[in-house]
């Protein structure tokens, strides 16, 4: 059996129990935060005239200020750290930040243009031990609205398929920045073509609210999320989309500030990219008090909001607070009798943390799981 094949599937499972391990941490306590966001940079390489995310001149964030902040947020109990920008391959010591982050056993993932990647940069990515890449690709042919095209970055994509030994995610974005909505889908089904993985949002705007779509892109959405059907993936499964590509509001907790914080450029930490200004607290004063304040605040932007990756946080919070009704909301029934088909993850979960009523509690088997995820 080759070497490398035995490396990538020990490199996978390792992935996979530090990634369990987020989950079961964020299941068991709500005064951490899950996930944070950090801005190496804010100089990009390109200028996409719907972002607001880049300017094309300012210095990366000097490497020893982006090592405190990852120590900041390792000792506020983060589990999962995206480096994003502008362009956070411009910054000369990105692996090194990269390499502190897995050093304290937070996962380590990035959002790219992936304009820079080359086979060796891949290579020095996989030894820094990044965890997972997101590409957001906007379109098929580049236009005026933006220069991240299948046509420009289809080469990126076939080195990331043969050399990174981390998932990556193509993200295509469905609504007002793309006058060809179908260009979203035929990048979903190259991407999958590729083996990565592909996940599909709905655009928003400045204030990160919705920006309602119409019956071809509402398709498209349809069509996109099929295409990883019969396997099942928290990172897809999005029980808000349903209401967004409506139009139609969404009832949920936003944890902002506290399970999730957006870290700018200069240090300080905000709700979100869409919502920078509240609290404006530095990173090195955010308290504990800060994390359990904002955590509980009540966002008005919530209802429309699109940016999936903090719901995905506000759902591992509902599933510990009330876990049966949160696996029947999430998991409507879909057959004639009104059971509900759950995915084996699911059930596995809820065997764990949400056992049937009239049946035994599986106490065992979760101090148990937890006992082997070193939680305690």
């Known amino acids: 059996m080759p070497i490398e094949f ?13 990634e369990t391990r987020m989950v079961a941490l964020a ?11 950090m801005v190496v940079t804010r100089r990009c390489n390109l200028a996409c ?43 000369p010591d990105l692996e090194q930040i990269i390499q502190r982050i897995r050093r304290h056993g937070i996962l380590a993932v990035m959002v790219t243009n992936g304009y820079l990647l080359t086979p060796e940069r891949i290579k020095n990515l996989n030894r820094a031990g990044l965890d997972r890449m997101q590409i957001s690709v906007d379109n098929v042919q580049p236009d005026g609205v933006s220069k991240k095209s299948l046509k420009v970055l289809d080469q990126k994509l076939r080195w990331l398929a043969e050399f990174a030994e981390f998932p990556v995610n193509i993200h295509s974005v469905v609504g007002a920045c793309s006058e060809h909505p179908e260009d979203a889908l035929t990048i979903a089904r190259r991407a999958t073509e590729l083996g990565l993985i592909s996940t599909a949002g709905i655009v928003h705007d400045a204030k990160g609210a919705l920006r309602p779509l119409n019956s071809q892109q509402q398709q498209v959405i349809e069509d996109i999320e099929n295409l990883s059907k019969p396997l099942f993936s928290f990172a897809r499964h999005n029980p808000w989309r349903r209401n967004l590509v409506r139009g139609l509001p969404n009832d949920w907790h936003c944890g902002a500030g506290g399970r999730h914080l957006y870290v700018c450029e200069d240090g300080l930490v905000h709700y979100c990219m869409a919502q920078r200004g509240y609290p404006a607290i530095p990173l090195a004063q955010y308290s504990q008090e800060d994390i359990e304040r904002e955590a509980k605040a009540s966002k008005s932007c919530t209802p429309y909001c699109t940016i999936f990756c903090i719901q995905r946080v506000a759902l591992l919070d509902r599933l510990r607070e009330n876990p049966r009704k949160a696996l029947e909301e999430l998991f409507p029934p879909q057959s004639a009798d009104g059971r509900s088909n759950l995915p084996l993850p699911v059930r596995v979960l809820g065997a764990l943390f949400a056992p049937p009523p009239g049946r035994p509690s599986r106490r065992f088997l979760r101090k148990t799981a937890l006992r082997f995820l070193k939680i305690h």
Do not use: Q
Not at 6 to 18: D, K, P
Not at 63 to 79: C, F, I, K
């Open 6 to 18: 035995l490396h990538r599937h020990s490199r996978r499972w390792n992935r996979l129990y530090r």
């Open 27 to 37: 299941l068991k306590s709500p005064n951490h935060p899950v996930l944070a966001h």
């Open 49 to 91: 005239t719907y972002c607001d995310e880049f300017d094309d001149f300012s210095k990366p964030v000097p490497t020893a200020e982006m090592v405190s902040r990852v120590d900041r947020l390792a000792a506020l109990r983060t589990t999962v750290i995206t480096l994003t920008g502008g362009e956070p391959l411009l910054h």
